[in-house]
């Protein structure tokens, strides 16, 4: 069964610091990977995606991701935190030949403090 | 490009009571979604339309929840009769492709 794994409920981390949200799929077919943001009573607003070709994904704010196959994981990262990103984080896959069906993880709950 | 529109923002019910959503996708996006976030929570997948037809339902709790796209467009979900555990923010997302998801701002819904 295909299935989207987010490793840690909550991480916190002082400002200015580094920080990495780790995520594992388990698939059998070709994937498609996605990072959300969502803020406290907002949306979900897309971070970064892969589709396909370069392994390493910028996003929007300073986020990156890397796409590891042999290891099934997009692990999310930022080099350098800010008391703005304070919010929930959603991995998100998407299967091939799954009529595009997008399966979140659960999330992981970052707090960033001064 | 609008976004995808989603109407009402909030609901308060009380349980045994009947609701509905509705949900207006970002114009030539074929697939449509709806899903389930409980407070604390991922976004589970309710239902998944391509144009008109149902794709995907399978944690669809049809003993009280269904869906309809009319005309490949706009959709509509319903809950009836609500349940307490019904409680929950429901998102609907659009798509052309694999390519971009939008999601819409969702309904809050509390049953009380």
């Known amino acids: 069964a295909q299935s989207v794994t987010q490793l840690d409920s909550q991480v916190p981390v002082f400002e200015e610091a580094p920080v990495e949200l780790r995520c594992n799929y388990s698939?059998?077919?070709?994937?498609?990977l996605f990072w959300y943001v969502q803020y406290p009573n907002q949306g979900l607003q897309l971070l970064l995606k892969?589709?396909?070709?370069?392994?390493l994904v910028k996003g929007i704010n300073g986020f990156e991701a890397e796409f590891n196959k042999s290891q099934t994981s997009f692990h999310l990262r930022k080099p350098s935190v800010h008391i703005s990103d304070t919010a929930e984080y959603f991995c998100?896959?998407?299967?091939?030949?799954?009529?595009?069906?997008?399966?979140f993880g659960a999330g992981t709950r970052l707090a960033v403090h001064p | 490009e609008a976004g995808v529109a989603q109407s009402p923002r909030y609901k308060i019910i009380e349980k045994r009571q009947s609701v509905a959503f509705w949900c207006n996708p970002i114009?030539?996006?074929?697939?449509l979604y709806w899903y389930q976030q409980i407070l604390g929570q991922g976004p589970k997948l309710l239902i998944q339309?391509?144009?008109?037809?149902?794709?995907?339902d399978s944690q669809l709790p049809k003993d009280r929840f269904s869906a309809e796209r009319l005309k490949g467009v706009d959709s509509t979900l319903k809950i009836q009769p609500a349940k307490l555990e019904d409680s929950a923010v429901y998102l609907c997302?659009?798509?052309?492709?694999?390519?971009?998801?939008?999601f819409g701002s969702g309904t809050r819904l509390t049953v009380v």
């Open positions: 892969y589709l396909s070709g370069s392994t």
């Open positions: 339309f391509q144009n008109n037809g149902v794709v995907d």
């Open positions: 997302a659009s798509s052309r492709d694999v390519d971009g998801y939008t």
């Open positions: 698939s059998s077919v070709s994937v498609y």
């Open positions: 114009s030539g996006h074929a697939t």
């Open positions: 998100a896959v998407s299967f091939s030949g799954g009529y595009n069906k997008l399966i």
